[in-house]
């Protein structure tokens, strides 16, 4: 390994534990790397190959033209044809599998604007989740050398972790207090783990929770609500958070489901928390009544007693407060009889 790469190892794991937005973390990445490749240019973007898609996280020293070309959706044949999008260690100019004429970014590009070697890196996280690649372009063939291609393999899944969307997503589910588990819901219905939790088994594939989970998605970026769970043969209840996920790749994942311990229920009983989910979705008493099969006297006499636990002075004030705190059933999750 060359020398100072342990110091620009111990650099790029500071910018991982950073608190900084992912675009920043990629530019910081940068810092510590040129003193390994002494680049002109740079690019760090994420792929979403399935959509055939990129999302440029930070660009540095290409002219318009190039910036263009890298911009645009006929780049990814170039990224296919040497094989970036697969797997593999760094690739430099004189590493691929084509000729360097036959691949248009540096035919048309990257060559005429005075580039003379570069290297990609591909972005893979410690779990397998390729996101992108992060290229250095120099106007020398002296660089990158063998030994700052082999560090930057192996720095390469730190720089992966440092740059992953759903970071930000984990990070959020476990500031959930008394997270317990969780998954993420992809757009296709299918669900994968979550980083840093467990699942549960009202987490499953298919489950009314989920289907919950992404019908308020559509309404509000930030959600929770309970669901009853008597898995112990007890009158349980757990809350369900859900946290949209980042517009960026991997666009197939779109939100986080989190569950944890109730908390304060503010006494409210089961049928309670109930007719206050439907007073959420904007129910009158009489609707209330017809769908719970009661009589409207025994819908208001629930609304008094949720008035005075939640010391709201109006239906629409609790209602509030329950979508503040998630403190209501949703009706797909309701155990009572239903008209």
């Known amino acids: 390994m060359p020398s100072g790469a342990l110091q620009i190892a111990t650099e790029v794991a500071s910018v991982a534990a950073a608190p900084a937005g992912v675009a920043e973390r990629a530019q910081a ?58 797997g593999g260690p760094p690739m430099r100019l004189r590493d691929l599998p084509v000729p360097p004429d036959e691949i248009r970014v540096w035919a048309e590009y990257l060559s005429p604007a005075g580039f003379r070697e570069g290297v990609g ?120 958070t859900v946290i949209a996920c980042p517009d960026l790749p991997p666009a197939h994942v779109m939100a986080a489901v989190v569950v944890a311990p109730t908390g304060d229920l503010s006494r409210l009983t089961r049928r309670e928390l109930e007719v206050l989910g439907l007073i959420v979705e904007g129910f009158s008493n009489r609707r209330i009544a017809s769908t719970f099969l009661l009589t409207e006297r025994t819908i208001a006499t629930h609304l008094e007693h949720i008035l005075t636990k939640l010391d709201a002075p109006t239906r629409t004030l609790a209602a509030v407060y329950a979508l503040r705190r998630g403190l209501y059933i949703p009706r797909p999750l309701h155990r009572v009889p239903q008209r």
């Open 121 to 240: 890196v591909r972005l893979t996280t410690s779990d397998g989740r390729y996101l992108g690649i992060m290229s250095l372009y120099t106007d020398t063939t002296a660089h990158p050398t063998d030994a700052a291609r082999e560090t930057l393999d192996i720095l390469s899944t730190a720089m992966a972790n440092a740059l992953d969307p759903l970071r930000s997503v984990s990070a959020a589910a476990q500031l959930v207090d008394g997270a317990a588990a969780g998954v993420l819901i992809c757009r296709d219905g299918r669900t994968q783990p979550l980083p840093g939790l467990p699942g549960h088994p009202l987490l499953g594939a298919g489950s009314r929770v989920l289907g919950v989970a992404v019908r308020q998605l559509g309404e509000m970026a930030h959600t929770a609500f309970l669901c009853p769970y008597d898995a112990d043969g007890e009158d349980r209840h757990l809350r369900v």
């Open 29 to 86: 990445l940068l810092a510590p790397l040129r003193r390994l490749v002494p680049f002109e240019a740079a690019r760090v973007y994420l792929l979403d190959m399935s959509r055939r898609a990129e999302h440029s996280l930070f660009f540095e020293g290409y002219d318009e033209k190039v910036r263009s070309y890298l911009d645009s959706p006929q780049h990814l044949d170039d990224v296919e044809l040497v094989g970036l999008d697969r």
